[in-house]
């Protein structure tokens, strides 16, 4: 099946700091997103993005399928966007999605 | 935006407990899916559903099983709860190829 793998696994910023996170896959996908896990464990979407580049106050991602990566960035960041975030792909006929490893940030004051 | 609900939020119960996990969805959405995640870690693929009567098993093997008879409704069930069962389960809906999540179920078997 395809492989999703995130980088970095974790990461530490000050605030007001600015971060880009990655997602690599293994195979072309037909749809991509990008989800926040607050610490109370719900999962927020982010960006719905198969491709190109959207962006959301702070927050901007892109998707360049043909090299199989998305990026996430975050700007100016704050303690609230602190927790685990995760790229979720799905290929293949029936659409399973898969999720990749996550990237953990912690932001301090 | 999709409407999910899980209840419970959290559980604590007994080995050899039967329990079920609740979720509805008010959206119509033909495609759910059951996920299981320990704290912090990657999410695993247990169950999913593409419509009434339609259920298959995901990447994960799980001891739970799940039902689809009505569109807004796909509860999962573990007929005998174990330590090992012990995590945080999401459910999720999609439409248009765009996932959706409840707020989870967080497990505890003692």
């Known amino acids: 099946g395809i492989q999703v793998e995130q980088s970095p696994p974790d990461l530490i910023l000050q605030e007001g700091a600015n971060s880009t996170l990655r997602c690599n896959f293994s195979?072309?996908?037909?749809?991509l997103q990008w989800f926040h896990q607050n610490p109370w464990g719900q999962l927020i979407n982010l960006f719905y993005i198969p491709s190109g580049t959207k962006q959301n106050g702070r927050l901007s991602a892109t998707t360049v399928a043909t090299e199989r990566y998305s990026l996430l960035y975050i700007s100016s960041s704050q303690t609230t966007d602190s927790g685990v975030y995760f790229c979720?792909?799905?290929?293949?006929?029936?659409?399973?999605?898969?999720f990749g490893t996550g990237t953990k940030l912690q932001v301090i004051p | 935006e999709a409407d999910i609900y899980q209840t419970p939020r959290y559980l604590v119960i007994g080995t050899g407990k039967k329990i079920t996990l609740e979720c509805s969805q008010t959206m119509g959405h033909d495609k759910m899916y059951w996920y299981q995640q320990d704290p912090g870690m990657e999410l695993h693929l247990i169950h999913y559903?593409?419509?009434?009567?339609?259920?298959e098993k995901g990447d994960l093997s799980s001891e739970s099983t799940v039902s689809r008879i009505r569109t807004e409704h796909f509860p999962l069930t573990l007929e005998s709860a174990r330590p090992s069962h012990t995590s945080q389960y999401l459910c999720?809906?999609?439409?248009?190829?765009?996932?959706?999540f409840g707020e989870g179920s967080r497990l505890t078997v003692l």
């Open positions: 979720a792909v799905d290929s293949g006929g029936y659409q399973k999605v898969t």
């Open positions: 559903s593409y419509g009434v009567n339609s259920t």
């Open positions: 195979d072309s996908v037909n749809n």
């Open positions: 999720a809906s999609r439409v248009s190829g765009e996932l959706f």
